[in-house]
């Protein structure tokens, strides 16, 4: 193929790509929130199902999921803690979270501190999501907007980045990105706070704080990801999702956004109104 015929077909190639993103967008967004909005033990459930598709894929790219005690001991801890989460037993779900993370990292025959990690990484979210929404009154909010800021920043630094362009962000971690595409994100997920501040969700200066700070941190769990995918050499987690590769390529954002919400909300609510302390602010 000659220069001038790569070009067209570069972007005949994303223009298929983002169809695919829309596609899937279309289909999940509103299947992910429905299950949020019923809450309970179906949200409880999604989220075992994600985190164990996690857990899996961080296996794939570290080298270790042919460690069948490893993979299956992770999968049976996890879905011990959706089990008890379902149930309301948040201090046996921290309890087997730390039993899981110590019998991963005993049973792997190499590579363990990365074998370990991938566990706790997947365990960490799995609680962080059902404590957040565990508040009746206030959980779905503080999900919601955890969710909707960390879709803008992704579509917001998406079409920035494609868009403007210019400087690589950190092109030995992800040669794609760009500072446009961070800012683009950033502005983005301080719209979606002042959406809910618009709405009487809040009060406008700390939740375009919060806004701020959560889009922040969903763009550096982005890079740990991709972080992590370069150290092994891997591009893609996986191809289970149409034009977003695997569950870690289209959740990294979230799981950092999601731990770091479930955090200031403890410290806000504790741990029996997490959405509540969140959405205080």
């Given at each position: 193929?000659?220069?001038?015929?790569?070009?067209?077909?570069?972007?005949?190639?994303?223009?298929?790509?983002?169809?695919?993103?829309?596609?899937?967008?279309?289909?999940?967004?509103?299947?992910?929130?429905?299950?949020?909005?019923?809450?309970?033990?179906?949200?409880?459930?999604?989220?075992?199902?994600?985190?164990?598709?996690?857990?899996?894929?961080w296996l794939m790219i570290v080298g270790a999921v042919r460690?069948?005690?490893?993979?299956?001991?992770?999968?049976?801890?996890?879905?011990?803690?959706?089990?008890?989460?379902?149930?309301?037993?948040?201090?046996?779900?921290?309890?087997?979270?730390?039993?899981?993370?110590?019998?991963?990292?005993?049973?792997?025959?190499?590579?363990?501190?990365?074998?370990?990690?991938?566990?706790?990484?997947?365990?960490?979210?799995?609680?962080?999501?059902?404590?957040?929404?565990?508040?009746?009154?206030?959980?779905?909010?503080?999900?919601?907007?955890?969710?909707?800021?960390?879709?803008?920043?992704?579509?917001?630094?998406?079409?920035?980045?494609?868009?403007?362009?210019?400087?690589?962000?950190?092109?030995?971690?992800?040669?794609?990105?760009?500072?446009?595409?961070?800012?683009?994100?950033?502005?983005?997920?301080?719209?979606?706070?002042?959406?809910?501040?618009?709405?009487?969700?809040?009060?406008?200066?700390?939740?375009?704080?919060?806004g701020a700070v959560l889009s922040i941190v969903s763009q550096?769990?982005?890079?740990?990801?991709?972080?992590?995918?370069?150290?092994?050499?891997?591009?893609?987690?996986?191809?289970?999702?149409?034009?977003?590769?695997?569950?870690?390529?289209?959740?990294?954002?979230?799981?950092?956004?999601?731990?770091?919400?479930?955090?200031?909300?403890?410290?806000?609510?504790?741990?029996?109104?997490?959405?509540?302390?969140?959405?205080?602010?």
């Amino acid at each position: 193929m000659t220069e001038g015929e790569a070009a067209p077909a570069a972007v005949a190639e994303q223009g298929r790509n983002l169809l695919m993103r829309i596609v899937a967008a279309a289909v999940l967004a509103p299947a992910a929130i429905a299950i949020a909005y019923a809450g309970g033990w179906l949200w409880t459930a999604l989220v075992t199902l994600a985190v164990t598709g996690l857990y899996v894929e961080w296996l794939m790219i570290v080298g270790a999921v042919r460690q069948i005690r490893v993979v299956a001991s992770g999968v049976i801890a996890l879905a011990i803690i959706g089990f008890l989460l379902a149930f309301g037993r948040i201090d046996a779900a921290f309890l087997v979270l730390a039993v899981g993370f110590a019998g991963v990292a005993l049973l792997s025959p190499e590579r363990r501190a990365w074998t370990a990690a991938g566990f706790f990484y997947a365990a960490s979210a799995e609680l962080a999501s059902v404590l957040v929404r565990l508040d009746r009154v206030e959980g779905f909010t503080a999900l919601i907007l955890v969710l909707l800021v960390v879709w803008a920043t992704d579509t917001g630094g998406y079409f920035a980045g494609r868009g403007i362009g210019g400087p690589k962000l950190w092109v030995r971690v992800s040669p794609k990105k760009t500072w446009a595409g961070a800012v683009g994100g950033f502005v983005a997920s301080l719209v979606v706070a002042a959406g809910f501040a618009a709405f009487g969700l809040g009060k406008t200066g700390p939740l375009l704080l919060l806004g701020a700070v959560l889009s922040i941190v969903s763009q550096l769990g982005d890079l740990f990801e991709s972080a992590v995918k370069r150290r092994f050499g891997v591009k893609d987690s996986s191809h289970i999702i149409p034009g977003h590769g695997g569950l870690l390529d289209r959740l990294d954002g979230f799981v950092a956004a999601i731990v770091l919400a479930a955090i200031f909300g403890i410290l806000r609510g504790g741990v029996d109104g997490v959405g509540r302390g969140l959405m205080v602010w």
